[in-house]
């Protein structure tokens, strides 16, 4: 069975930065996609970034480009999210995921993903 630890969440001021990371174990990293998603009580879980296990391939949500950063460590069982000039619209809980099947495309639908962490809040204020 697959578990996922996310830790790094806190509470910052706008233009500040925040790294995330993603504990995995239980399962062979090297054959999954991981990504980070986010929510709030507003809106239903959406994509941020995601990383492939083989290649290191990555994508982003364009809210994010050029600010966050996810990558991996060589052991591939460490993920992490690189947040750079966080903006109040940021604010959200991450969590950590895991796909078992590597497509030609990063999925960045919630439902494709068959792992997840248990979250970390992340809060930006003004």
């Known amino acids: 069975q697959v578990q996922l630890v996310e830790s790094g969440g806190g509470l910052v001021q706008a233009g500040d930065s925040l790294r995330l990371s993603c504990a995995a174990s239980g399962g062979p990293v090297s054959t999954y996609t991981m990504a980070w998603f986010r929510q709030t009580p507003l809106k239903e879980r959406e994509f941020v970034a995601g990383?492939?296990?083989?290649?290191?391939?990555?994508n982003y949500t364009d809210a994010v480009k050029g600010r966050f950063t996810i990558s991996r460590d060589n052991t591939r069982t460490m993920v992490y999210l690189q947040m750079n000039s966080l903006k109040p619209e940021d604010t959200a809980v991450y969590y950590c995921?895991?796909?078992?099947?590597?497509?030609?495309?990063?999925?960045?639908?919630?439902?494709?993903?068959?792992?997840w962490g248990q979250g970390t809040q992340v809060t930006v204020s003004s």
């Open positions: 995921a895991q796909r078992r099947r590597l497509e030609v495309t990063i999925p960045i639908m919630a439902n494709e993903y068959e792992y």
């Open positions: 990383i492939t296990s083989n290649s290191g391939r990555t």
